[in-house]
């Protein structure tokens, strides 16, 4: 049963707007979340965190949102750059033990 | 340090077969992990260490799969007999109570004929 899920597969996004990914999780007891970037043939790679005390993190183009009433956060790349093309994948874990991971959404940037 | 190191990258074997996937976790990290990742389930938890010990295996999918963590350097994931329904990539992870998210190796790409 998957506790963290990423409901759209796909998405494509105009080069320089704005790209939102979705994840959803069930599992009320999971405390930190992360989303990580893959490239084929590659393994994923960490991108950004947020804890569960927040509601919101900010790396550069990179925005986690939380909200935890909801069980959801998403992640926003602004601007998207062709380069932002991979598959991202939402995980979550609870008192820093196992990550569980969702089945991804692959991003396509058009230039 | 090199990171996570899984070996081999790709693997063709005949249904049948006993397939042995090995990976090398990040020096002193106490925690590894075993994924797959297929396009229904993206990436699967399989099994997960600490400290060498195996605390939830939950996520192996059958008796045909196994694995061992002799000690803190070394990791192995066998399937034995393999099927073509085990086809998938395969990733191992590293965690270290100092960092705050998982290292992953580059995967082995699986292929049971």
């Known amino acids: 049963d998957q506790q963290v899920k990423q409901n759209s597969p796909s998405l494509s996004v105009q080069e320089g707007r704005i790209s939102i990914l979705n994840c959803d999780y069930t599992?009320?007891?999971?405390?930190?979340f992360l989303w990580y970037k893959k490239y084929p043939a590659e393994g994923p790679t960490f991108l950004i965190s947020i804890s569960s005390i927040k509601d919101k993190n900010e790396d550069g183009r990179f925005t986690v949102f939380l909200n935890k009433s909801a069980k959801h956060l998403s992640l926003h790349i602004v601007p998207s750059q062709p380069g932002d093309s991979a598959v991202y994948f939402c995980?979550?874990?609870?008192?820093?033990?196992?990550?569980?991971f969702g089945t991804g959404t692959s991003l396509t940037v058009i230039p | 340090d090199a990171g996570v190191i899984q070996s081999p990258r790709h693997e063709v074997t005949e249904m049948g077969q006993e397939v042995t996937l090995r990976c090398k976790p990040i020096s002193g990290h106490n925690s590894l992990f075993w994924y797959r990742q297929t396009m229904m389930r993206g990436l699967e938890l399989l099994i997960y260490?600490?400290?060498?010990?195996?605390?939830?295996d939950s996520g192996m999918p059958e008796d045909r799969f196994s694995a061992k963590m002799p000690n803190a350097s070394f990791s192995t994931l066998k399937i034995q007999p393999s099927e073509p329904r085990d086809s998938a990539v395969y990733f191992c992870a590293s965690y270290g109570r100092v960092e705050t998210e998982a290292f992953f190796g580059q995967g082995t790409r699986l292929t049971v004929v």
């Open positions: 599992n009320s007891m999971f405390d930190y």
């Open positions: 260490f600490n400290n060498n010990v195996p605390i939830d």
């Open positions: 995980a979550a874990s609870a008192y820093g033990n196992q990550f569980y």
